[in-house]
């Protein structure tokens, strides 16, 4: 199985700061990874395909990069709306895995 | 608007069984490769299975902890997406949701309590 190390496990940080979260997958993945935003007790919500496109209607402020096994997730403008756990996930290969997550806070 | 609605989640003791739904609308569901991921409580999300389109193949893969025990199947002329889930443990209390990876349902609550 492919392994999928996202960090941090938490992240603090104030409206308008510029923040990333990493994924690393334990074996090539190509481009095949998706970043998702969960609020408490909804759906997950898909922000980014392929790391690096976003999916329709998803504000700019949010971005994907990366390729192989080292991915990055930046949200380049904190607001406080975007305050929610975003996870990881590749599509290279089964089983699917996800990152553990990662619970963003406002200072 | 693409809707996914899960259905026929509940409470059920160990071992029982139980099927879950899944009714899509706004979306070409007869190409759509459909999958399941839960969530249990307070955790991270974890992928269950996928099913291709049927003119793909309609083939069928699922995570280990639950290959043999559960059952993704399709009906297309109702545009709807199955979940069969058997010999139920403990381990598999979660929100269930229905995805095509862009688009997800609200999810269905599936506890295994006695």
């Known amino acids: 199985d492919i392994q999928m190390t996202q960090s941090p496990p938490s992240l603090s940080a104030s409206v308008g700061d510029r923040i990333t979260i990493t994924c690393q997958a334990s074996q090539d993945i190509r481009n095949r990874l998706n970043w998702y935003q969960q609020k408490p007790g909804k759906a997950p919500k898909p922000l980014i395909y392929d790391a690096s496109k976003l999916e329709a209607g998803v504000p700019s402020r949010f971005s994907g990069s990366g390729s192989g096994t080292h991915f990055a997730f930046t949200i380049s403008s904190l607001q406080p709306e975007d305050i929610a756990t975003y996870y990881c996930h590749q599509y290279e290969n089964f089983p699917r895995t996800y990152g553990q997550g990662t619970r963003l806070e406002i200072k | 608007e693409v809707q996914l609605v899960e259905s026929g989640g509940g409470l059920v003791k160990p071992g029982g069984s139980l099927r879950l739904s899944c009714a899509a609308s706004g979306i070409a569901f007869t190409d759509a490769w459909m999958s399941w991921v839960r969530q249990a409580p307070g955790k991270g999300l974890e992928w269950v299975g996928r099913?291709?389109?049927?003119?793909?193949?309609?083939?069928?893969v699922y995570a280990a902890p639950v290959k043999g025990r559960f059952t993704v199947s399709r009906d297309d002329s109702k545009n709807t997406l199955f979940l069969e889930m058997n010999s139920l443990s403990t381990e598999d209390t979660a929100m269930y949701y229905c995805?095509?990876?862009?688009?997800w349902g609200q999810g269905t609550l599936v506890t295994v309590s006695s």
């Open positions: 099913i291709e389109s049927e003119t793909d193949g309609g083939t069928t």
């Open positions: 995805t095509t990876l862009s688009y």
